[in-house]
């Protein structure tokens, strides 16, 4: 039985190592990479080296960033008495898009999940309870997922800020613009009359 060479077997194994990626996408992304122009095949390989070599956490928030620390934390107009609190950085990315908040965050790069080993040191929970001992901050946002473990870390989080007199609040959830209500799960109905507000 024919096999493919080695170099194009390694390529495939190397893309079925990513989330989201199956044997047959693995596949069909090595041989796009094959027919690219090799100026495109170097450029690619260069941003993934660059990216590898120049990001990692601000040591204030924990963001993925280039510089430390990073454009949010060093930007003055920024209220320092508010942080969101993200599970991931795309989702502080996520918020920027609205453009309606202008506090400072902290991400966690994960959430609370004793299954997968995932304890509340590995998310940097101390580090945050330690920006709200220095004494600035006012209020922390709990904009964790609304899964169990994103439920499990605000719920944590909630318990080791009561002690420290800072208002601790949660994004609300709800039901989508333009969505139906004869379409939506039973939690998300739950939670939209439980955050329902005055007209």
Known sequence: MVDYPQPIK???EAFSTLPGIGPKSAE???FHI???PRKNVLNL???LLNVKDNIFHCSVCNNLTDVDPCYICRDERRDKKLICVVQQAKDLIALEKIGDYKGSYHVLHGAISPMDGVGPEE???NKLIDRIKEGEVEE???ATNPTVEGEATAMYISKAANPLNIR???LAYGLPMGGDLEYADEMTLSKALEGRKDF
Do not use: C, E, G, Y
Request: charged content about 15%; aromatic content about 0%; glycine content about 0%.
């Open 10 to 12: 390694r390529l495939i």
């Open 45 to 47: 390989s260069q941003s």
């Open 140 to 142: 922390i946002i709990l």
């Open 34 to 36: 094959i027919s690219m």
């Open 28 to 30: 069909r992304l090595a």
């Open 123 to 125: 998310l940097n929970i």
């Open 168 to 170: 601790v609040t949660r």
